[in-house]
Every structure is written in structure tokens, then in C-alpha cells.
């Protein structure tokens, strides 16, 4: 369904000095300088798939999902999205897909909320008794019908995001793209967005391709994960092999006495030798410790810790996605 | 069409969701009004010559009116629109739907010039004709022909300088420069033909003509059957021309758009 290969995008932005000085000089020479956003990737998806596209702020997540949207075009490689190079056929691969990008919005500011839906039916020209269907569908699903006659402007966030969802559905899009759609929403707002994704996702196998911050986005709605970093995609596969392929790791979290930063030095002097992919950390009043447990084994860590440091508690877990998300943004990964 | 009229029709809702702000706005373009009329008032009543280059007082006055309304609907926020959009990066949302940009503004834009006209344009026309008979029924017809090309005309142009956004990102100050240099140059400060021959001959030459001045000396039935073909004429080939350099410059901009704030 989405081809994407070799794609690579670069952007010129113009270096600026800082100050009245520096702004003068920018008048008359400007230094060119090239950010490559996204370096050479590759991959494809299938029909009915949920991707979750992670990778930190300014890892070229967005830059991949405007790409495959044809609003930006590739400075090298192949987009095939249906069939058709979206950059080039911009407009009639908008007709299939739909966006929601959660810091902007597609709704009118300030008109009542079902003028832009029914502004929406006019550009997509949906057939009155399709968007009916649709639409009822929707409302419900995403409890809209309270403030549906109200200004966009006087929403919440959480509403407009509804709305914004909502909007982006109401062609029956094949292919759905949400960037940051839980961005500062509640726990329930958030709880409510992902379960109409998942079932819009399985009642009309609509493909989803959708990048948050919020690893419970991922762990609750994504069948398969990417990650990508400064541009490359590092990980592609399923939730399950991520833990395989960054080495089979457990997190054990001790409880010390005065916890301190003295501690934390011990530990990491002490498994240098014996662990290189091990992580240290002090999170929520416990010195944690990351590690494989292929080289490792935990009664070495702990006996060392009993030894050294007043321990009155400790627990041990398997790595969740997010620590490992946590250790590739920080460069834990090599 | 259908896919487009929706956005006519969404602009005219959000200008009447604030409606205070659409009446200042004319209150204070009728104050201007005023002072230009009483400047000319001035200039006829103190001179020896009741016509000045070919105009009446009267016919003045429908010259000052007309062109306070039809500068009004030509300088509709186009700019300022595309502007906002290229620099807060919104116009992803535009490029996200199935939609030509173009057309998509262009009817956004008829939505205030059909305001305009209807709460300006058109009660001062019918007023000028039936009350003070500077037009007639024909030439009020011939005009609106004439101003919907200047409009677009206007559209064109305005779009081709919004687009300067992709270069220039803070339009404010040129886009101020530019609107100067539009009222001067379309005829909407004093008609063209104060300017000397020589002058007026080079504005044959730029697309400003077509938007101000030439609708309204249709109305005022200053051109006869020849003048008037060639004015139409003349505003068919700038938006002609100006299409062709939004169709090259809009291709050239898309590929190297980077959209701003993530």
C-alpha cells in the first residue's frame, strides 16, 4: 500500500548571527547551511496496518509524514502511496487519505463545528447518503454531538482533537495520518482517542501511521513500531522484537539510603567492566540500573549493591518499549 | 465549482461572526472618503474650470466613491493570507486536501469582495445611476463585467507577491510598500489622467490600470464601443499572463516549500 525507498529530504536554511550586529550582516551575507531531515529510508506498508512512528523532536518523523502526504517532495528516493507518487499527484492522493496533525488544526476557527464538516463534504464530494452514514457514525463514536453547534474557537483541545479526528475520517480515507494526535490531551480524552482509532482501524481496515511522545499510544494501538533517529530508521518490527533486538534486558530499580549522585558514579564505574550496554539512572528516588542479561546476571548486580550501599528495597522488571525508547534518544544504543 | 463555493461562502460566515469589525472598518474608509471629496471640492470650486481632464465635479465625486469601494474589494487580504499561511506553516493544511490553492484562495477571496459589493458596490451604483445619473443601466453593467476581471486581475497579482513569503519571511513592510504603490498606480488616489501623457502611457503597460481605474471610467461612460473592447482586451491579457507567471512561480515554490514549526 506505502512504498518508501532510498528516500532521502534536505533542507537549506539560511545561519544567522545573533544580535543587531549579526542581523545587519545576514542583510547583506547570508550563510547557507544543509540539515538533512531524512537520510536514505526505506520501507513499506501494508493495508490495515497501525505504524507507530516514534523517534524524538526533530528526528524526521513529520518530515517522512509530509512527505508521504505530498505536501513536501523528496529530495531523492521513491514515494508510492495507492500506486500513485504523491508529490506529484498531490491532489488526487488527498482524496484517499486523511491527516490530522495535533498542533494544527483542519477546522474552521470560527464557524460552527458541523459548517466544517459539511464544508468538508463539499470538497471531498461524498455522495449525501455515504456521508450521512458517516457522519452519524462518527459523532457518536467520538461523542461529538454536545458541542457540534458551538464555534471551533470556543472548543477544548480535547473536543477539537475529537472534531479534528472526526474531520479527517469523514471521506472514508484509506490511509490515515496522525502526527501527535494525543498531544496535551488528559488521560481520558487520550483513552477515548485511541479506542476510535483502533476501531475505525478495524472496522474499514483503514491504515494508520501515527507519531506520538506517549508510549501508551504505542503500547495500546500499534501493531508494528519504527523508530527513527536523526533521520535513520533504526528499528522496524513488531512490539515484540524490539526487546530482542536491543539485547534482552531487565531493569532492576534499587532503593538506598541517601540516595546520591556518589552512588550512581559507583555503579557505573563498576559494571563498565562487565556490561558496556548497561545504564544507569537515579528515576523517582531509586537508582536504576538497565542491563542485558545475556552478560550480566542480576545476583552480581545485587550482591555488589548489597555490599557498597544500604539497600532496603528493590525490584526487578523487563524493559517496557519506553525505557528503551528512553535509552536511544539519550544515545544508549549503539 | 461545487468543491470551491464552500469556501465563498465560509469566508461571508466569518466576517458576519464579526460583524463590529466589518463596520469600523467601513466607517473609517467613509471618513477618508470625505476628506478627499472636500480636497476636489476645493480644487473645482476655486479654479476657473468647472471640468478638470475630462472630469465633473459630479463625475468626480462617483470617481472618489467607486474607487474607495473598488480599491476596497481589490486589496481583500490575499496577500496577507497566503503570507500567514507560508510562514505559520498552515498551508500544509491546505496542501493536505484535494484542492488547487489557487482556486481555493481565489474563492475565499470572493467571499469578502461579494461583502464588499454587497454592503458597498452595489448600493453606490444603483445610487450613482438613478439619483445622480453619472452612469447609466448599460454602462453599470459593462462596469461589473470590468471590476470582476480587475478582481481578478488583482487576485492574480496579489497572489504572485504573497507568494514572495517562501523568500522574504516577513512580508509586513513590502506588503504595506506594495499597497501604496497599487493605490497610486491603479488610479484609486486620483484618476490616471492627472498623470502627464507620458506617464499615462507607461501605465498601459502595467497590470494596475486594469484593477481601479478602468472599470470606472467604464461606469462613467468615458470610453466609446473601440476603447472599450481594448480595455476588456487588455484585462483578459494580464490575467493571462499573470496565470501563467502564478502557474511557473506556485510549481517552482511547492518543490522547495519547507513548512515552518514542525
Not at chain 1, 134 to 143: A, C, G, M, V
Not at chain 2, 23 to 46: A, E, H, P
Not at chain 2, 195 to 208: R, T
Amino acid at each position: 500500500m506505502i512504498k518508501v525507498k532510498n528516500v532521502s529530504k534536505t533542507f537549506k536554511v539560511y545561519k544567522k548571527d545573533s544580535g543587531f550586529k549579526g542581523a545587519v550582516k545576514g542583510l547583506f551575507k547570508r550563510e547557507k547551511d544543509y540539515i538533512e531531515a531524512v537520510k536514505d529510508i526505506s520501507f513499506e506498508i501494508k493495508k490495515g496496518e497501525i505504524i507507530g512512528y516514534i523517534g524524538a523532536n526533530g528526528a524526521g518523523k513529520s518530515t517522512t509524514i509530509k512527505m508521504m502526504t505530498g505536501v513536501l517532495t523528496p529530495s531523492s528516493g521513491i514515494i508510492e502511496v495507492n500506486g500513485l507518487i504523491p508529490h506529484d499527484n498531490r491532489i488526487e492522493n488527498a482524496k484517499h487519505i486523511g491527516v490530522v496533525f495535533g498542533q494544527r488544526t483542519q477546522l474552521w476557527w470560527d464557524l460552527p463545528l458541523e459548517e466544517t464538516f459539511s464544508i468538508l463534504k463539499e470538497i471531498y464530494n461524498v455522495e449525501d447518503e455515504a456521508f450521512k452514514e458517516r457522519y452519524d457514525y462518527l459523532i457518536e463514536l467520538l461523542e461529538i454531538e454536545p458541542f457540534i453547534k458551538q464555534p471551533v474557537r470556543t472548543l477544548s483541545l480535547g473536543q477539537r482533537m475529537r472534531a479534528d479526528l472526526a474531520a479527517s475520517m469523514l471521506h472514508s480515507p484509506e490511509i490515515l495520518y496522525l502526527d501527535e494526535p494525543t498531544i496535551g490531551l488528559d488521560v481520558m480524552v487520550k483513552e477515548r482517542i485511541r479506542k476510535a482509532i483502533k476501531e475505525l482501524n478495524e472496522k474499514f481496515k483503514v491504515t494508520v501511521i501515527l507519531t506520538t511522545h506517549d508510549m501508551s499510544d504505542i503500547q495500546e494501538m500499534a501493531s508494528r513500531i519504527m523508530i527513527i533517529e536523526k533521520g535513520e530508521i533504526i528499528y522496524d518490527g513488531s512490539k515484540e522484537m524490539i526487546n530482542k533486538k536491543f539485547g534482552n534486558n531487565r531493569r532492576l530499580d534499587l532503593k538506598i539510603e541517601d540516595l546520591n549522585e556518589e552512588h550512581m558514579k559507583m555503579m557505573q564505574d563498576f559494571l563498565r567492566e562487565q556490561d558496556q550496554s548497561a545504564y544507569v539512572c537515579i528515576e523517582d528516588n531509586a537508582l536504576s540500573v538497565t542491563f542485558n542479561q545475556d552478560v550480566l546476571s542480576v545476583s552480581v548486580i545485587i550482591s555488589f549493591a548489597m555490599a557498597n550501599f544500604k539497600v532496603f528495597d528493590f525490584s526487578l522488571k523487563d524493559q517496557n518499549i519506553e525505557d528503551i525508547v528512553k535509552k536511544l534518544y539519550t544515545g544508549g544504543v549503539s | 465549482m461545487r468543491t470551491y463555493f464552500p469556501f465563498t461562502k465560509a469566508t461571508i460566515q466569518e466576517i458576519l461572526a464579526y460583524p463590529g469589525e466589518s463596520f469600523l472598518y467601513i466607517f473609517g474608509m467613509t471618513i477618508g472618503m470625505f476628506v478627499v471629496y472636500y480636497i476636489w471640492k476645493v480644487i473645482y470650486t476655486t479654479g476657473s474650470n468647472t471640468v478638470l481632464e475630462g472630469f465633473t465635479l459630479k463625475e468626480m465625486i462617483a470617481y472618489i466613491i467607486l474607487s474607495f469601494g473598488v480599491m476596497q474589494a481589490i486589496n481583500n487580504g490575499t496577500v496577507w493570507n497566503i503570507a500567514m499561511d507560508i510562514r505559520e506553516g498552515t498551508i500544509v493544511m491546505n496542501l493536505i486536501k484535494p484542492l488547487n490553492y489557487h482556486l481555493k484562495v481565489f474563492f475565499q477571496e470572493m467571499g469578502y469582495v461579494l461583502f464588499i459589493c454587497s454592503i458597498v458596490l452595489v448600493p453606490v451604483i444603483l445610487g450613482l445611476v438613478f439619483l445622480f445619473e453619472t452612469g447609466t443601466i448599460v454602462t453599470m453593467l459593462l462596469f461589473i463585467i470590468s471590476l470582476f476581471l480587475g478582481v481578478v486581475v488583482g487576485f492574480l497579482f496579489d497572489f504572485l507577491f504573497g507568494m514572495l513569503a517562501f523568500y522574504i519571511k516577513n512580508l509586513w513592510g513590502i506588503g504595506f510598500g506594495k499597497n501604496a504603490l497599487v493605490r497610486l498606480l491603479s488610479g484609486a488616489l486620483i484618476p490616471l489622467a492627472f498623470f502627464p501623457d507620458v506617464i499615462q502611457k507607461v501605465f498601459d503597460f502595467l497590470p494596475f490600470k486594469a484593477m481601479v481605474y478602468a472599470p470606472i471610467m467604464i461606469f462613467l461612460g468615458k470610453y466609446n464601443t473601440n476603447e472599450l473592447v481594448g480595455i476588456y482586451l487588455n484585462q483578459l491579457f494580464w490575467i493571462l499572463l499573470l496565470g501563467l507567471f502564478n502557474y511557473i512561480s506556485w510549481k517552482k515554490a511547492v518543490t522547495r516549500l519547507t513548512v515552518q514549526g514542525g
